[in-house]
C-alpha cells in the first residue's frame, strides 16, 4: 500500500492510495473511494455496474448514489439510482431524492414490462409542451394525447369517471362513462345537468337567438310564429 501518482501498469492487484489514477482499456475493480472527480473520456465510454450474486426477482442488482453535506453537516443521499431485476427479464429503475430529513424518497419508479410503465412518486410538473403517443400538435396545444384506438383521457375517484373521446362512435365526445349525470358549471355554478336518462336540464333560461320564423316541417323542431313558439308536425 502507499501513494502513487502516475500510470498504473502490470497485472498484479495491489491496494494502494492514488493521487492520480490512469487507465486505458477495461479496468476492473472491486472498490473505488476517491475523494476527487472521476473522469472517462473517450469514443461511447461506458460505465458497468455488474451484480454477481444470484438472480431474485425484485431483488437490487446495482446501486449509485450522489452525497453531500447536509444540514446536520453529515454525509446523505442526495439523489439514488436503483437497479432492481424482475421477472420474465425485465428490470425496474428506481430513482430517489433526499425526503429533507436525512432520508429518502421515491421521486420516480421506471417499470420494465412488454409495455414499460413510469409512475411518479408525487405530482407532475411539465414546464412545455406534453405529447403523449407521439401525435401531431395541429392546434398548438399544451397537451396532446394520440391513440390509433381509442384515444382518451379519463378522470376518476374509481367510482365516478369523467371521460374524453378523440372518437367515440366516430364522432369525438366528452362526459361521464359511470352511471351518473353529468353535469357543466360556469362560474363554479350549475348551469347545466344530463342525467343518465339523457333528459338535460338547464339551471338558468334557454335562450336561442335565431329560432326559425316559419315552420320548418321537421318533427320536432322549434320555430317562433310571430312571438309564439312552435313545434313542428313535420
Known sequence: AGTFDGIVGGTTPADGSFSTLSASGTSTMAAIDATGNITTTGTAPLLILTDT??????????????QGLGSTSVNENLVGFTAQATA?????LVIETSNGSGGAQTALTLTGAATPLATFGGDLAVTGDANFG???NTYSTDV???????????????????QFWANHGGHPALGSRSNHSFKIIT????????????DV????????????????????ALWNDSGTVKISAG
Open 53 to 66: 450474486s444470484a438472480y431474485s426477482a425484485g431483488a437490487t442488482t446495482s446501486q449509485m448514489f450522489f
Open 134 to 136: 407521439a401525435a401531431t
Open 187 to 198: 362560474n363554479d355554478t350549475l348551469a347545466v345537468t344530463i342525467d343518465t336518462s339523457q
Open 144 to 162: 396532446v394525447i394520440k391513440d390509433d384506438g381509442n384515444a382518451g383521457l379519463s378522470i376518476t375517484d374509481n367510482t365516478r369517471y369523467l
Open 201 to 220: 336540464t338547464f339551471a338558468g333560461d334557454l335562450i336561442v337567438s335565431s329560432m326559425a320564423t316559419s315552420d320548418p316541417s321537421v318533427a320536432g
Open 88 to 92: 420474465s427479464r425485465y428490470s425496474n
